[in-house]
């Protein structure tokens, strides 16, 4: 089984070198491109299903490379890692279809799909980084990919809006940087272990530890977009709707909230954090900001804009999840890592076709769209479905478990927080909702384009109606060997508690 | 073979090669691009031979004239002069090579066989094991560097060449002025032999106030690094970037060498701690000059002076905690010379595409020069020391050593200044994708002027990957490998 | 023996004098003429020393001074071809910053 | 006995004093020609002191190059610059004080004072005897192939050094044409007496060059000083306004310019591969060898010397900007 050992690394390679081959392609060779997308995408499919697989029947995946002296850059594939992985390459399948229809007139496509394989492979390498420093070079290339997606129309909004993208991650990156130096210069390891490796830590270390804690979430903060770290967030909703998609739901969001998973869990260990006394403070911070950002979600009258808000408040649920400290409520808060996932990038996909194909960008515009586009707006409703935490979308799952998990550690004060943030959903949910299928449609759309048969072209549909179909299956089906609860829990059992 | 390559005095063979090309291109003018590029490849060939050399035999050293110190001069090339001399291949054949895109035929005759001497005066250097050697190396250096500024003969290049002289021949007589007073104190010229007898003693202080503050200002430490920015921005751009990349490291060079070797009688770090001082000084005042600066070229040449600081910050690192932290500071100069070269070639292809080197006014250049931009930005990347590059490579290890030895303010200086650096790093790019309010015409940029830029800028990025086998090399001779005067 | 300190410390005042004066005086010219200074003070100490070695006098001291005042004379010629450029496109042969100072 | 030894001391005081007063005057005063003719002095008072620290090789160096040829370099600069700068042809006090704030001026002047101070204490703390390398020099000097102590170290000891120098030299030369652009000499004033005093002075000068060569062996003389005085002659004939040759495009002049470094670097590259270690004579030949090293050697320098001034009088071309 010598060559378990190199899957990771392949996954990794299975976008980076589609990417790197991209950027010299020129804009006519869009039948190349279009290949190597679909071919990494699908490459890297197979071979994290062959991975999930292998954990499954416990074994080992792990790529070794020298990186300094006495560090490694390493790459493993264990459960925690593959449940992120699986989640971020199969959205990227299919968030690179979108893209291939979504932006086919538009120029630069080659630097698009170039940065956007980078991206992904960033995002892979975050979830399968097996100790801080590997996660660390994943998570700094994942900013410096996404700054040009960001830009790329090249507008001066297009530039300000990455500037202030960048103001905020590479302040994070630093952030995270000196906690993972520190640590290191502490105890002289880095690599993530099942149930953390610091509880062994000298009593007199506790209150530096504490600091480190604060500087690595707070480093991570800035990507998963906590308060007060997520101004960019809105900002950045200028950059293209597969962007967009990207951001919330796959990648760069996420690998904050994944990182928050992985510090917590593997490197201090919950028990230890929680009697460091650094959870509680994380799980108010996380309330905070689902309160938040759901409030300022319900005043934004641009849809990606509500849409971005709301992300806010969702990946918080992650955080929250994790930093209550219980075995139930760590399976909600990573189900719902996938959950979201699913969720988000279908409405982003469904506020994309809409500003593609009638040129809807504002709420305000959106009454009787369900007529015009009937497919679109069903896949929306299911991911606004799932948001408010209605059964049986795959919201409800997550919130379920986090609740109860609230309740085994007596933290009844959360099921407050979401219940409040269930109502804000709803409210800032069905307005639209409700415009959209019973409001009456207007004579003429904004910006209308005619795709022919279909409400829009098929590149725009297929994708939302998939990803929709998978929140709900995410829901229906979540007793079910290899759904995202039930791989929850193995991940649960493997990493985070002592059974 | 093998056996008789291994006797083969590479390093004699680095002095004597661009020594002799600068010869010929001299007195064949026509002939001096061919020639140099000739002798360029075999530079970085004969590098090659020697690295290999090292890794065979350890330390080499040559007598020449076969007269032993202290009579005679010694060469010497352990892991560091490897470092630098590599450095110096890699980034002179690239220059090389850009640099027959960039310079029109008739000017052939007046920078080649300067920028062989310069070459050549690199070479010795690194390879130098006796201090008035290194004064004369350094005075061929110096002056070679000051002709290759004045080229473009502009006003502000003639200006800035002239301040850079005169800041040059200072340094350099401070620097004579203190190897004169070791010399009559303990006899000798040669650094081994001085290392054995230098003492805690007046005029030892006394020539490491001159030596420091000689090589300090030709590496343009802070507050002496008034020459560097205009002399680095008016110069034509692959002149930029061998200054940047390689003159400044040469002073330095010789200041770590004599550190470790004369100067490691001090017993308090008095000194240290003030170079330390000035460092993370160059480290915050670079990096904001750099971000208030509107043309790209200045922008670029006060990235140099911050950078030039972190190599400071290293001195009170090392007085307390020991001289493995060198590894890290050698690591950086590698890595900055080799990102500091492509970003000074991505100017000269932003000059030459637009006319002019205003930031603001880039105009969409990432679409028009994309090679050059992803140049600027890989390079941004290994300078912002944001991973994976060797420049974060050394950043880690710089940082690991202050936060282990609790040295929270160069840790704090550190992390500011790499974000000052994406600053600067990100305005250019920011720029880069926008149109200008005045859009212009583009002038085409010969490819191999991208692709050398593009070629160094990956190259900074692959340090990254190479830390490990790098150190080794580095490692040969244990330079850095002993403990520090106060354990 | 105390004339050779006498003539180092000659030369000490030299090199300090010619930095006063390479700092302080704005014309070219001038700031060359002090490098120049500076450089014989250097010279003068290394050569004035090397006579402690009686009864025969210490030579490489003074072969190294042969290679300076060489170096010297490079460096002198670089510089007034450099001046006189500048003072082409600037009359008044100073560098910028001392004429700013003036206006 | 002692009166000899005080009259030296006194005139060593004076020398000195004067070195220093004459430094202070060369570099404070607002006259820019007044300067350049008391460093002219300087430098030949500078001469004098190397005869009386017992370094004539050092007074010969100084007279012809430091005080000679950079004082011509000097003063050829200045005309040039007074057709350039028309403050400097009134006649006026011609230099601006210097225009630091006072309170700058008096902080310069207090850190040269204790730069001094601390330069001097550090000298003063040397051992009042030492051999330096003179034994070395002294014991080594019979396999040098050269009987002069001085022309050992130059070119046998320490001729690694002197590779390199006269690469500097090669370079400055390079430097000042790449700078200055490369036409010819330029119109020169002649007078006739001058003339000829040039005419009867060459031939002399070149001889003396000759001489000093080949004494270089055993006595003060050698390739530095052989060259310097070359120079100078040529110096004189261009200024009496003979047409020497073309420098720019003679390749004669090239090869002449070349001569010496690369004899240097062929004959490194021979002992390399013969000897094992570049610039190691074997003991029989090195005083052949060193004598055609400072032969071209000469030459070369005598070259550059008078390239350097003829190259510094020329008027600059002005270059077009490449690329900027």
């Not at chain 1, 407050?416 to 800032?428: C, E, I, M, Q």
């Not at chain 2, 002939?31 to 530079?43: D, E, V």
């Not at chain 3, 450099?82 to 206006?103: H, I, K």
Request: charged content about 10%.
């Amino acid at each position: 089984m010598i060559w378990n050992n190199w899957i990771p690394l392949l996954v990794v390679l299975s976008s980076l070198l589609p990417g790197l081959v991209i950027f010299t392609l020129s804009e006519k060779q869009w039948r190349v491109r279009t290949f190597l997308n679909i071919f990494g995408a699908v490459a890297k499919l197979g071979l994290v299903g062959w991975m999930l697989w292998g954990v499954y029947h416990e074994q080992h995946f792990e790529t070794r490379l020298a990186l300094l002296p006495d560090l490694d850059l390493v790459l493993r594939a264990g459960p925690l890692a593959l449940f992120f992985v699986s989640l971020s390459t199969l959205l990227w399948l299919v968030t690179t279809v979108y893209a291939i229809g979504y932006l086919e007139h538009s120029p630069h496509r080659s630097r698009f799909f170039g940065f956007f394989s980078l991206c992904v492979t960033a995002t892979v390498g975050v979830a399968l980084a097996g100790n801080l420093i590997t996660f660390l070079l994943f998570y700094e290339l994942l900013t410096l990919s996404t700054y040009p997606l960001i830009v790329h129309r090249g507008t001066e909004e297009a530039r300000k809006a990455g500037q202030s993208y960048l103001t905020y991650t590479i302040l994070g990156g630093a952030l995270l940087l000196f906690g993972t130096v520190w640590l290191y210069s502490l105890v002289g390891t880095l690599e993530f272990t099942p149930r953390g490796f610091l509880s062994q830590v000298d009593a007199q270390h506790h209150p530096t530890l504490i600091i480190i804690f604060v500087l690595l979430i707070g480093g991570l903060g800035v990507k998963a977009a906590l308060i007060p770290f997520n101004g960019w967030l809105p900002k950045a909703m200028v950059a293209p709707a597969p962007v967009s998609a990207l951001l919330h739901a796959v990648a760069v969001v996420k690998a904050g909230a994944f990182g928050i998973i992985r510090v917590v869990y593997d490197v201090f260990g919950i028990d230890f954090a929680a009697s460091l006394g650094v959870t509680a403070p994380l799980a108010w911070l996380a309330a905070a900001t689902i309160i938040y950002g759901s409030l300022r979600a319900l005043f934004q009258d641009d849809l990606k804009r509500r849409l971005a808000y709301s992300t806010i408040s969702q990946v918080s649920y992650i955080a929250l999840g994790v930093a209550i400290a219980g075995p139930l409520a760590s399976i909600g808060g990573v189900v719902h890592l996938v959950h979201q996932g699913v969720m988000k990038i279908t409405l982003f996909f469904c506020a994309g076709n809409l500003a593609e194909t009638l040129g809807v960008h504002k709420i305000s515009e959106m009454n009787g769209v369900g007529r015009r586009m009937p497919w679109t707006m069903a896949a929306f409703t299911i991911g606004a479905f799932g948001m408010i935490g209605a059964p049986p979308v795959a919201g409800f799952i997550s919130k379920w478990y986090i609740g109860l998990g609230a309740l085994e550690v007596d933290q009844g004060w959360v099921l407050l927080v979401l219940a409040g943030s269930s109502l804000l959903n709803a409210a800032y949910f069905l307005p639209i909702l409700h415009a959209a299928w019973f409001r009456k449609p207007p004579e003429k759309w904004p910006h209308e384009h005619d795709f022919g048969r279909h409400e829009t072209s098929l590149a725009l549909l297929i994708p939302p109606l998939i990803t929709a179909s998978l929140a709900l299956l995410a829901g229906v089906l979540a007793m079910l060997p290899f759904s995202p609860l039930e791989w929850a829990k193995l991940i649960s059992v493997r990493e985070f508690y002592t059974p | 073979m093998g056996a008789q390559l291994i006797q083969v005095d590479w390093a004699v063979v680095l002095i004597m090669l661009p020594l002799s090309a600068a010869m010929l291109g001299f007195l064949l003018p026509g002939m001096a691009r061919n020639i140099g590029l000739l002798a360029a490849l075999l530079i970085l060939f004969t590098v090659v031979g020697l690295g290999w050399q090292l890794t065979q035999t350890g330390v080499y050293s040559h007598v020449a004239g076969g007269w032993l110190a202290p009579l005679g001069i010694q060469l010497h090339a352990d892991g560091f002069s490897l470092l630098m001399l590599a450095t110096s291949a890699i980034v002179g054949v690239a220059v090389s090579i850009y640099s027959t895109g960039y310079f029109k035929a008739a000017d052939d005759q007046r920078f080649w066989p300067t920028w062989l001497l310069l070459w050549a005066a690199l070479n010795a250097l690194f390879l130098a094991a006796d201090v008035f050697n290194l004064y004369v190396t350094l005075e061929l250096l110096g002056l070679s560097a000051v002709t290759l500024a004045s080229l473009t003969g502009s006003k502000d290049s003639v200006s800035a060449a002239m301040r850079y002289l005169l800041s040059t021949l200072l340094g350099s007589l401070a620097f004579l002025l203190g190897i004169g007073l070791l010399y009559h104190q303990y006899g000798s010229v040669d650094i081994a032999i001085l290392s054995e007898r230098v003492n805690d003693s007046t005029v030892s202080w006394a020539a490491l106030g001159l030596i420091t503050a000689g090589l300090a200002l030709k590496t343009a430490l802070f507050p002496f690094h008034f020459w560097l920015p205009p002399a680095h921005a008016s110069a034509p751009a692959p002149v930029s970037a061998l200054l940047s990349a390689l003159v400044v490291k040469a002073s330095f060079y010789i200041l770590l060498r004599l550190w470790l070797g004369l100067f490691d009688f001090q017993q308090d770090s008095t000194v240290a701690n003030m170079l330390g001082i000035l460092g993370a000084t160059a480290v915050l005042w670079g990096s904001i000059q750099a971000l208030r600066q509107i043309r790209l070229k200045m922008l670029v040449a006060y990235s140099t002076v911050a950078q030039i600081g972190y190599l400071f910050l290293a001195f009170p690192l090392a007085q307390t905690g020991g001289n493995r932290v060198w590894y890290a500071v050698a690591y950086l100069m590698l890595s900055h010379a080799l990102a500091k070269a492509a970003m000074f070639l991505v100017a000269g292809n932003m000059m030459l595409f637009g006319g002019h080197d205003r930031i603001v006014n880039l105009d969409r250049v990432v679409q028009r020069l994309p090679v050059t931009v992803a140049a600027f930005g890989l390079a941004g990347v290994s300078i912002m020391g944001l991973p994976p590059s060797g420049g974060f490579i050394a950043k880690w290890l710089l940082l690991e050593a202050a936060l282990a030895q609790g040295h929270w303010g160069i840790a704090g200086i550190m992390m500011l200044g790499g974000i000052l650096a994406a600053a600067y790093v990100f305005k250019v790019l920011g720029y880069a994708f926008i149109p200008s309010p005045v859009p212009h015409q583009a002038v085409s940029v010969p490819a191999r002027m991208q692709w050398m830029a593009l070629l160094l800028a990956t190259l900074a990025i692959m340090a990254g990957f190479v830390a490990q086998p790098l150190m080794q090399l580095i490692g040969i001779g244990a330079l850095f490998d002993s403990t520090g005067s106060m354990p | 023996m105390s004339m050779l300190f006498f003539y180092a410390l000659i030369g000490v005042g030299l090199f300090t004098l010619g930095l006063l004066a390479l700092v302080v005086q704005p014309h070219l010219l001038q700031k060359i003429l002090a490098l120049n200074v500076m450089g014989s003070g250097v010279f003068l100490l290394l050569v004035a020393l090397g006579g402690r070695s009686q009864p025969v006098v210490d030579v490489v001291p003074q072969a190294m001074v042969i290679t300076g005042i060489v170096v010297a004379v490079s460096a002198t010629a670089m510089a007034l071809t450099l001046m006189l450029n500048l003072s082409r496109s600037s009359p008044g042969a100073q560098l910028p910053e001392d004429q700013s100072a003036d206006s | 006995m002692e009166a000899v030894g005080l009259w030296q001391s006194a005139f060593d005081l004076m020398l000195g004093f004067s070195l220093f007063g004459l430094a202070w005057r060369m570099l404070f005063c607002a006259d820019l020609f007044k300067s350049i003719v008391l460093f002219i002095t300087f430098g030949l008072l500078m001469a004098i002191a190397w005869v009386r620290l017992e370094a004539p090789d050092v007074a010969l160096a100084e007279a012809t190059i430091g005080a000679g040829l950079t004082g011509a370099l000097l003063m050829s600069a200045f005309a040039k610059l007074r057709t350039l700068d028309n403050s400097l042809k009134s006649g006026q006090p011609l230099l601006p004080r210097p225009r630091l704030h006072v309170i700058n001026f008096w902080i310069a002047l207090l850190f040269t004072v204790l730069l001094t101070g601390g330069l001097a204490y550090a000298v003063l703390s040397l051992p009042s005897h030492s051999p330096g390398l003179s034994d070395a020099v002294m014991s080594q000097l019979d396999s040098s192939g050269v009987t002069h102590p001085v022309t050992a170290v130059l070119l046998n000891f320490r001729g690694y050094d002197t590779l390199l120098e006269m690469a500097v030299l090669l370079l400055s030369i390079q430097s000042v044409w790449s700078m200055a652009g490369m036409s010819d000499a330029g119109e020169v004033h002649t007078s006739p007496v001058l003339n000829v005093l040039i005419q009867l002075l060459s031939p002399v000068l070149i001889l003396v060059s000759a001489y000093l060569l080949w004494v270089g062996a055993h006595a003060p003389g050698g390739a530095f000083q052989a060259g310097s005085i070359l120079g100078a002659a040529g110096v004189l004939l261009v200024l009496s306004g003979r047409p020497l040759f073309n420098l720019k495009k003679s390749w004669l002049i090239r090869l002449m310019l070349v001569a010496g470094p690369a004899a240097f670097i062929a004959l490194a590259t021979l002992t390399l591969i013969n000897e094992g270690q570049l610039l190691k004579y074997p003991v029989a030949n090195a005083a052949n060898y060193i004598l055609l090293l400072e032969t071209l050697a000469t030459v070369s320098i005598g070259t550059t010397l008078l390239a350097l001034f003829v190259g510094s009088q020329t008027e600059a071309v002005q270059q077009d900007q490449s690329h900027q």
